[in-house]
Each structure stands twice: as structure tokens, then as C-alpha cells.
């Protein structure tokens, strides 16, 4: 057995971590953390980093300030209900 995964999936974060202390507030330190979250998520899933995010920041304002668990979990990383250009790497599009 072995951790390998876990290791190369956390550490993008622990070396941003060192970039998040220059960030001016608490809050902007979480939302880069956050960020860099989503990120390495959609990369463990397959996802194109950039289309996912696309996605992302054009559906979850559309919904206001409450979204339903639904319309969160249908924007999760593994939700087949994600648009085909989330799913498309940047050598695959044509």
C-alpha cells in the first residue's frame, strides 16, 4: 500500500501555501485555498482545469446566494450532467 496519490494530489497546495501568506486578509488566503481546491479536484477527475472553472463562474452566480443541493451537486466534478467541454482536454479540442 501506499500514499503516493494523496502526496502528488496535496502537494501543489503545500507549496502554495507559502504564497497564501502573502495574501492581505484571512479571507483572501482562504478563497486562493479554495481555488486551488476546485483545481486540483477537477484534475483528479479528468476535467479541463480552465473549461470547469468556465463553467463554474458562469452557472453558480445565476443562482444567487442559496443554492439548492441539488444545482450544487450538479456542478460537482463527478456530475454527469457537466457540459461536454468540461470534460475535453485542451489537446482534444479541435
Do not use: H
Amino acid at each position: 500500500m501506499t500514499n503516493n496519490l494523496a502526496e502528488r494530489t496535496v502537494k501543489p497546495l503545500v507549496i502554495n501555501r507559502k504564497n497564501f501568506l502573502f495574501c492581505d486578509t484571512d479571507k483572501g488566503a482562504d478563497a486562493s485555498a479554495d481555488v486551488m481546491s476546485i483545481i486540483e479536484t477537477a484534475k483528479r477527475n479528468g476535467l479541463d482545469v480552465y473549461g470547469y472553472l468556465l463553467y463554474l463562474l458562469t452557472k453558480l452566480p445565476e443562482w444567487g446566494d442559496a443554492p439548492t443541493d441539488e444545482q450544487i451537486d450538479s456542478v460537482m466534478p463527478w456530475s454527469s450532467e457537466l457540459p461536454e467541454y468540461c470534460r475535453q482536454m485542451y489537446s482534444e479540442i479541435q
